[in-house]
């Protein structure tokens, strides 16, 4: 059964920081590309970062260059999304994201991120 199970989410002020966490389970985590997309209340679900499968590569949705960081841990079948300088437009639910070949993809659940003083 494959599960992307997040943690890390929560309420912090703004220019605060969090680490999200997402575990995967039952499929081949290290042959996947991994990402995060966030929703906003009333917006389109959008990209916010995507490492690819051995971490040799990553990218970013511009507004948050400089401040988040992708990483995986392929020995835990984990990846990461550190949010640092989080500003109040940052309020999302983020969801983590696997893409692999034959266009295979699996959701996490989402979990709610506040950034408000």
């Known amino acids: 059964q494959v599960q992307l199970v997040e943690s890390g989410g929560g309420l912090v002020q703004p220019g605060g920081s969090l680490r999200r966490s997402c575990a995967a389970s039952g499929f081949t985590f290290r042959s996947y590309d991994m990402s995060w997309y966030r929703q906003a209340p009333g917006k389109e679900r959008e990209l916010v970062a995507i490492i690819t499968n051995t971490g040799g590569g990553t990218n970013y949705e511009n507004s948050v260059k400089g401040r988040f960081t992708i990483s995986r841990d392929n020995a835990k079948n984990t990846v990461y999304l550190q949010m640092n300088s989080l500003k109040p437009e940052g309020t999302a639910v983020y969801y983590c994201?696997?893409?692999?070949?034959?266009?295979?993809?699996?959701w996490g659940q989402g979990t709610q991120v506040a950034v408000s003083s």
């Open positions: 994201y696997a893409s692999g070949l034959s266009s295979i993809q699996y």
